[in-house]
């Protein structure tokens, strides 16, 4: 059974840093893509940043303060927030799968889901 567990969340300040992390069990993604995805209260999940065959694909309003890793000997992948906002905060969740190229910033052709972790950006 496969399972992507995230963790991480919480209450930040704004500009503060935090970092998430997903640890996947049941198979490896290594030749497929992993990613983070998040959707706000009252919006649609959107995507945020990607990892694939070495490349990283990221949403235009995380580029420069989020950056995503993946571990493949733990079989996790993480992303670093820094300069966070008010504005990322939303439940934040992990996607592994093997989505066109054309499709990782869609959301479609991820198999696999976590279950979210929720970041709350607040003085």
């Known amino acids: 059974q496969v399972q992507l567990v995230e963790s991480g969340g919480g209450l930040v300040q704004p500009g503060g840093s935090l970092r998430l992390s997903c640890a996947v069990s049941?198979?490896?993604?290594?030749?497929?893509?992993m990613a983070w995805f998040r959707q706000a209260a009252g919006k649609e999940r959107e995507f945020v940043a990607a990892v694939r065959s070495g490349r990283t694909y990221y949403e235009d309003s995380v580029k420069g303060r989020f950056t995503i890793s993946r571990d493949s000997a733990k079989n996790t992948v993480d992303l670093q927030m820094n300069s966070l906002n008010p504005e990322d905060s939303a439940v934040y969740y992990c996607?592994?799968?093997?989505?066109?190229?054309?499709?990782?910033?869609?959301?479609?052709?991820?198999?696999?889901w976590g279950q979210g972790t929720r970041l709350t950006v607040s003085s």
């Open positions: 049941g198979r490896t993604f290594t030749s497929g893509t």
């Open positions: 996607a592994g799968g093997t989505p066109i190229l054309s499709e990782i910033r869609r959301g479609r052709g991820y198999g696999y």
